[in-house]
């Protein structure tokens, strides 16, 4: 039997014990567990808020993709090319967006095809293009200015290591 109100409550004492560092790492555990055992949707939203507070966060991002590209785990593709092209239309540094662009282009050659895998490589194109003619541009929303619904929010905590890691992450402590 499945319990979503009492995994919430679960989740917000242990929320009010934590400390705030630990929030977002302790909220994305929730949202694999939901994922895992409870509903895809309520995964999603708990992920898409954490997202929505962390735009610059790639290990969370890592985490997220994580869930949705996993075999099994009953996700259309159309979905995950959504949440790739999601992730590509935010402000990340170089290096992670490289890791983005790469891993795309990598899922694409399993679950797209030739078409699929180019429009990945041209807005690869577009971003090393824009990156070289304007540093002050936002390179999200160029890369992302013709994919319906991206996500072009900037945040101010873009740490510049690029390692895909949610054991270990620290917080920035606005959770």
């Known amino acids: ?22 929030h977002v790492a302790t909220i994305v555990k929730f949202a694999q567990l939901e994922y895992r055992h409870g509903s895809l949707e309520r995964a999603r939203t708990v992920m898409d808020g954490v997202m929505a507070h962390h735009p610059n ?24 090319r959504r949440l790739f092209e999601r992730v590509s239309s935010t402000r990340l540094s170089s290096k992670k967006m490289k890791y983005v662009l790469k891993r795309w ?34 390179a999200g929303a160029a890369a992302g200015a013709d994919d319906e619904g991206g996500d072009t929010r900037a945040g101010a905590g873009d740490d510049e290591d690029g390692a895909p890691s949610a054991e270990g992450s620290e917080d920035d402590g606005d959770a």
């Open 57 to 80: 966060r790639l290990d969370l991002w890592s985490v997220y993709l994580d869930m949705e590209t996993r075999k099994g785990a009953g996700t259309l593709v159309p979905d995950v």
């Open 105 to 138: 282009l990598d899922w694409e050659a399993v679950h797209g095809d030739a078409e699929t895998m180019g429009a990945v490589k041209q807005r690869a194109r577009d971003y090393v293009q824009l990156k070289a003619g304007g540093e002050g541009v936002d």
């Open 1 to 22: 039997t499945r319990q979503p109100d009492a995994a919430k409550a679960t989740l917000e004492r242990a929320l009010h014990s934590l400390a705030r560092r630990k």
